[in-house]
């Protein structure tokens, strides 16, 4: 049977945290579920076991968080792909509850918020410059807050990060997938960007589903991660200058 969801659980050097994140994308979840985890090149090469709704894929070095994204969805062929960190940890019924919000056919992706935070620590508006900044020197946590109407399942976001995110195959094949010029950040919130740009909308959904620790690998702007990282955003913020540009023109 043609599975419903691809899981791409991208891995690299994360150890027994990646099989906590594979069984919680099987455990408790619905029947088509099929992970197909990416090694960005471990040391030690990493290992899932056999079972038959697992595929790994080896990379011989890291190709970076938006090319073996793009790997792993490609390879598959269900009509709705989750990215999901290896650190992360789905709750039962997380898949079922994402999928609901697609019964809406202009939702293009669905982001949970997570356990023990707000909903803003990883969705809102889209990030400015002075905000990135900000997060970099920790004087704030928080993305810039959307409306979200009493009663309702879900709120409408600009993005939602990288950690766990649904989306459907046709508006990831839309707009060309993961831009892989970015190593590691911010292709996630370029691609939602992207993906609102062509019309879809992208949505955070109330209820916890699932656990993820607030780690923020770049937050120290001097480090040479920091330092990749910040050129990153820079280019990110370039890129979206020239979106702008182009749209006005054609006003």
């Not at 088509?32 to 038959?52: C, F, K, L, M």
């Not at 620590?121 to 970099?136: D, F, H, M, N, Y």
Request: net charge positive.
């Amino acid at each position: 049977m043609k599975p419903l969801v691809d899981v791409i659980v991208l891995t690299w050097n994360d150890g027994a945290c990646l099989h906590t994140a594979v069984e919680s994308a099987l455990a408790g979840q619905i029947d088509g579920v099929r992970v197909i985890v990416v090694d960005n090149g471990s040391e030690p090469a990493a290992e899932v076991g056999a079972h038959e709704r697992v595929r790994l894929i080896r990379n011989e070095h890291n190709r970076g968080v938006a090319a073996a994204r793009n790997q792993g969805a490609v390879t598959g062929d269900a009509p709705f792909v989750m990215f999901l960190d290896s650190d992360a940890r789905l709750h039962p019924g997380a898949v079922a509850a994402m999928l609901v919000a697609f019964d809406d056919p202009a939702v293009g992706l669905v982001a949970p918020s997570f356990t023990g935070q707000p909903s803003e620590a990883s969705a809102g508006r889209a990030p400015t410059l002075a905000r990135k900044v900000a997060r970099g020197l920790n004087l704030t946590a928080a993305y810039g807050a959307t409306p979200l109407v009493p009663g309702a399942a879900s709120r409408p976001v600009d993005f939602a990060i990288g950690a766990c995110q649904m989306f459907r195959r046709a508006a990831f094949d839309a707009v060309g997938g993961l831009d892989e010029t970015y190593f590691y950040g911010p292709e996630d919130v370029d691609f939602c960007l992207r993906l609102k740009d062509a019309g879809w909308q992208v949505v955070q959904l109330v209820a916890a589903v699932c656990d993820h620790p607030p780690r923020r690998r770049h937050k120290k702007l001097l480090s040479a991660g920091g330092r990749r990282h910040a050129r990153a955003v820079l280019t990110h913020f370039r890129h979206r200058r020239a979106v702008a540009r182009r749209a006005e023109a054609v006003l």
